[in-house]
């Protein structure tokens, strides 16, 4: 509390600046708990949608059968009622740089696929499947 020196009286901050308005605080609890809501509602759909794929895939092994052809093995997991699913393979030289791809429908489980490159492949690297409303291969 200050003293004002020409009255001698006290004056407190409430009665400078006013109190604030008794309905602010209920508003801002009540609008900051909606959104808390709704983000963890968002986050939880987020997480949930995207940790179950419709079409995933991982390559199993491959082997370099000539300077222009390598052949993979890719395991490939299709859910119930998946159609139009597409996975892609890319064969790589021994300086990273690609030399062949090959995009194929795959089956559920084991597909066994065969990548023409214009040279010697020495890896082969899965860049995915996808599906209608999956556009991120997985």
Known sequence: MTTDPSTGSGQGLVDRYGAPARWQRPVIIGVATVLAVVGI?????TASF???PEVSSEVITYEVTSDHEIRARVDVRLDDGVQDASCRVRALAEDKTAVGEL??????GTN???????RRATTVEKLGCT???????R
Do not use: D, I, M, N
């Open 41 to 45: 509602g968002w986050l939880a759909w």
């Open 50 to 52: 995207h940790s179950t």
């Open 103 to 108: 995009a194929f429908t795959p089956v559920a």
């Open 112 to 118: 066994e696929v065969v990548v023409r490159t214009e």
């Open 131 to 137: 599906a209608v409303g999956q556009p991120r291969p």
